[in-house]
Nanobody, 126 residues
Framework: QVQLVESGGGLVQAGGSLRLSCAAS????????MGWFRQPPGKERELVTA???????YYPDSVKGRFTISRDNAKNTLYLQMNSLKPEDTAVYYC????????????????????WGQGTQVTVSS
């Protein structure tokens, strides 16, 4: 199975942008559905966005229009472009993966995923 390593977190002012990357090991990245989750301080982990192995995407209202998920299967890398950042976006961001035989199905719960990266801190100052 793949292993995941996130990068790209940091400190940014409100209204700014960051791009997170999630590098996956292995040769079967294109058979994995992927997701980005975040865990704000003192709160539970929540879905940020998800992408199916076929490239279909899902965004909750909290990030719709501001965040974009994408994947480059040739580079075994998942991305999260975050624009118009707000202080409430402050959290540890995790990428997650699960093997799937459906190219169109996305997965939206943390329990749907069995492979996780170590997380990267994103802090948005006001």
């Amino acid at each position: 199975q793949v292993q995941l390593v996130e990068s790209g977190g940091g400190l940014v002012q409100a209204g700014g942008s960051l791009r997170l990357s999630c590098a996956a090991s292995g040769r079967t990245f294109n058979t994995y559905a992927m997701g980005w989750f975040r865990q704000p301080p003192g709160k539970e982990r929540e879905l940020v966005t998800a992408i199916s192995s076929g490239g279909g995407t899902y965004y909750p209202d909290s990030v719709k229009g501001r965040f974009t998920i994408s994947r480059d299967n040739a580079k075994n890398t998942l991305y999260l472009q975050m624009n118009s950042l707000k202080p409430e976006d402050t959290a540890v961001y995790y990428c997650a993966a699960r093997r799937t035989y459906s190219s169109s199905r996305g997965y939206y719960g943390s329990s749907d995923y069995n492979i996780w990266g170590q997380g990267t801190q994103v802090t948005v100052s006001s």
